[in-house]
């Protein structure tokens, strides 16, 4: 009877045991998948369409901005594509619009919407020309302009979109959250923005922001 009431009693901690850690290692097998599906994306159909494209119009073939809006949120997806290199040297975190939800929350993280109409508060799709100088925002301090390329993005002008620091975005990816979502513009944090400005400045070009969700 006493060796019946042991064998019961470990049998009961091991299944109560498997049922707390089992949830668990799930998430962690499911999050490192997903880590591993984005570090296996193969970006070089862009990036050989994104060189041919500045050579043809006479812009930085130094290296392109790339923004995967397929990527959650909360990683990092906004990559710097060095030509030379042929290869991706740098990626970090970067806002989308908030659409119709409330700015500064993260509701979209997964699956952001888009759009090129005024007033939409969305991110928008496609080739953008960054602006050559950095302009002084009244909102974020100083932001660089970006002029929308195709007919998915040629309002950016107008709607204000642009690449500014945002003090609330994390270095750091804050995954499974999100990072806080903007009005449309591609928001990174003020550390970042400070290593984007020096990319920039190096050029003295406009550079070719490419913003895709494939």
């Not at 043809?56 to 130094?62: F, L, P, Q």
């Not at 030379?84 to 500064?104: E, M, N, R, W, Y």
């Not at 939409?120 to 953008?128: D, V």
């Given at each position: 009877?006493?060796k019946?009431?042991?064998?019961?009693?470990?049998?009961?901690?091991?299944f109560?045991?498997?049922?707390?850690f089992?949830?668990k290692a799930?998430s962690?097998?499911k999050e490192?998948q997903?880590?591993k599906?984005q570090?296996?994306?193969?970006?070089k159909?862009?990036?050989e369409?994104?060189?041919?494209?500045?050579?043809?119009?006479k812009?930085?073939?130094?290296?392109f901005?790339?923004?995967?809006?397929?990527i959650h949120?909360?990683?990092?997806?906004?990559?710097i594509?060095d030509?030379?290199?042929?290869?991706?040297?740098?990626?970090?975190?970067?806002?989308?619009g908030?659409?119709s939800?409330?700015?500064?929350?993260?509701?979209?993280?997964?699956?952001?919407a888009?759009?090129?109409?005024?007033?939409?508060?969305?991110?928008?799709?496609?080739?953008?020309?960054?602006?050559?100088?950095?302009?002084?925002?009244?909102?974020?301090?100083e932001k660089?302009?970006?002029?929308?390329?195709?007919k998915?993005?040629?309002?950016?002008?107008k709607?204000?979109?642009?690449?500014?620091?945002?003090?609330?975005?994390?270095?750091?990816e804050?995954?499974?959250s999100?990072v806080?979502?903007?009005?449309?513009?591609?928001?990174?944090?003020?550390?970042?923005?400070k290593?984007?400005?020096?990319?920039?400045?190096?050029?003295?070009?406009?550079?070719?922001?490419?913003a895709?969700?494939?």
């Amino acid at each position: 009877m006493k060796k019946l009431k042991i064998f019961l009693f470990v049998s009961v901690i091991f299944f109560l045991g498997r049922a707390y850690f089992m949830p668990k290692a799930e998430s962690l097998d499911k999050e490192k998948q997903e880590t591993k599906e984005q570090q296996a994306r193969d970006y070089k159909k862009y990036a050989e369409e994104a060189l041919l494209y500045c050579k043809e119009n006479k812009i930085s073939t130094d290296f392109f901005v790339l923004i995967d809006f397929s990527i959650h949120s909360g990683k990092k997806r906004m990559f710097i594509w060095d030509f030379k290199k042929d290869k991706i040297t740098d990626s970090f975190l970067v806002s989308h619009g908030c659409g119709s939800q409330p700015t500064a929350r993260d509701y979209s993280k997964e699956k952001p919407a888009f759009s090129n109409q005024p007033n939409s508060h969305s991110s928008s799709l496609g080739k953008y020309w960054i602006g050559t100088k950095k302009v002084p925002s009244p909102s974020f301090g100083e932001k660089y302009l970006l002029y929308g390329k195709e007919k998915t993005n040629n309002n950016a002008l107008k709607r204000d979109i642009v690449i500014h620091p945002w003090s609330i975005i994390p270095d750091e990816e804050p995954y499974p959250s999100g990072v806080p979502e903007s009005w449309g513009c591609p928001a990174v944090s003020p550390d970042v923005f400070k290593v984007l400005d020096e990319k920039f400045q190096s050029v003295g070009k406009n550079i070719l922001l490419w913003a895709i969700y494939p």
